[in-house]
């Protein structure tokens, strides 16, 4: 089977995802050295980790502005070589509030990646439920490779060490992107930007039913992936007993499973429909979660990793549905919207997470993020029993 041009591009714009996440995932397996480092608490932590969240997530509006006006394949390439100078500045933050602001800014230049490719991905495949499922198993595949090489560099020469690796990710990336893509027409070159930013249209585009609904989905859905990326790991050692580095691994295996079954969730919202697929990743991601939480012994534990990583990769099946409601004309600035509104929001899982656990226990804070989960579920199940057209 001859390779194709458009292929070059899902897999160029899956390893740009996989460096921006690279970056983002290093932080989480040295959480307890760097609280140790600096002093600080879980709260803390939680807070600076939602600061890159929401970082990242504000970035998605403007880079679809600026994707329109001067190309996809420009905006993806400060997004990956901004993530390498970012994470060069973070690994050598001497004072937590300056580890607070460069992490702020690792979020927000990494957050110029995903709308942007996954508006250049609409343009090139019909099937867009199967390529943003490609393309999201870069993430994954982030999560499978370097939480457990983080971890044992951490271990070994300390979490500085260990948070470099995003640079030793993003380079070769950046420069095979810049050699595999070719230069792309922006499709609003002309147009003001500070047209982009009237507030009567954005305010009209989030206010249509459909997208509003699927808001308020991604916002649950996304509150609980943030709490899970940044703390499933000291979960493991402080709820289950588990060592580093076995969290790590286990954490490295989530992202496995996220990798291998996330084309499959896009295929499956294709195929099935975009609510189907999602409630039935809604109820895996609430089973793993009820195993960790009640059921002893690793056996169990390698359960739940199955059942949370598919029930997480909901994205696959529920971000298209925004693409499914917006013209060809509104998926960049449009789909970089949404994702700010609903990604700002969710990034307070880890903040809030944080803070639970710091209160009443990592029983507690996970239980919390299952039920959020089963809402989600609920809210589906109540929109197509009812027909209410949302």
């Known amino acids: 089977m001859r390779w194709r041009y458009n292929e070059t591009v899902l897999a160029a714009c899956t390893l740009a ?15 307890p050295q760097i609280t140790d480092s600096f002093g600080v608490s879980n709260a803390v932590i939680g807070l600076a980790l939602t600061g890159m969240w929401m970082a990242y997530f504000l970035a998605q509006f403007p880079s ?85 090489v983080a971890a044992w560099i951490g271990v070994r020469y300390g979490w500085r060490a260990a948070i470099a690796v995003g640079v030793v990710v993003a380079v070769p990336i950046f420069l095979l992107f810049a050699r595999a893509v070719r230069p792309i027409e922006p499709q609003r070159p002309d147009q003001p930007m500070a047209e982009r930013f009237e507030l ?4 009209e ?26 703390f499933l790991p000291t979960f493991l050692v402080a709820y289950r007993g588990q060592s580093a580095t076995t969290a790590s691994l286990v954490f490295g295996g989530y992202f496995l499973v996220q990798g291998i079954t996330g084309v499959g969730v896009g295929a499956a919202s294709d195929r099935y429909g975009r609510e189907v697929a999602t409630a039935g990743c809604m109820l895996l991601a609430v089973a793993g979660i009820a195993v960790l939480l009640a059921v002893p012994g690793l056996p169990a534990v390698a359960g739940a990793v199955v059942l949370l990583g598919i029930g997480l990769g909901w994205g696959g099946a529920l971000l ?36 639970l ?6 029983g507690v804070s996970f239980g919390f993020l299952a039920a959020l989960l089963a809402l989600v579920f609920v809210a589906l199940a109540v929109n197509r029993a009812f027909s209410l057209g949302y």
């Open 17 to 31: 995802f996989l460096a921006t996440m690279a970056a983002r995932l290093v932080i989480s397996p040295v959480v």
């Open 64 to 148: 679809g502005i600026l994707a329109d006006r001067y190309g996809e394949r420009r905006i993806i390439l400060v997004a990956v070589g901004g993530t390498a100078i970012a994470s060069a500045l973070l690994a050598f933050a001497p004072l937590f509030p300056l580890f607070v602001l460069f992490v702020a800014a690792l979020g927000f230049v990494a957050g110029l990646h995903y709308s942007v490719a996954t508006s250049l991905l609409t343009r090139t495949y019909d099937e867009i439920g199967a390529a943003i499922g490609v393309h999201n198993s870069g993430g994954p595949i982030a999560g499978l490779v370097v939480p457990p």
């Open 200 to 203: 009567g249209p954005l305010v």
């Open 205 to 230: 585009l989030l206010g249509r039913p459909k997208i509003a609904f699927t808001v308020a989905l991604a916002v649950l859905g996304d509150f609980v992936w943030q709490a899970v990326a940044s």
């Open 320 to 355: 298209p549905r925004f693409m499914d409601h917006l013209s060809a004309a509104e998926r960049s600035a449009g789909f970089g919207l949404v994702r700010t509104v609903y990604g700002f929001v969710g990034a307070l899982g880890s903040v809030v997470t944080g803070t």
């Open 357 to 362: 656990a710091d209160l009443f226990g990592w």
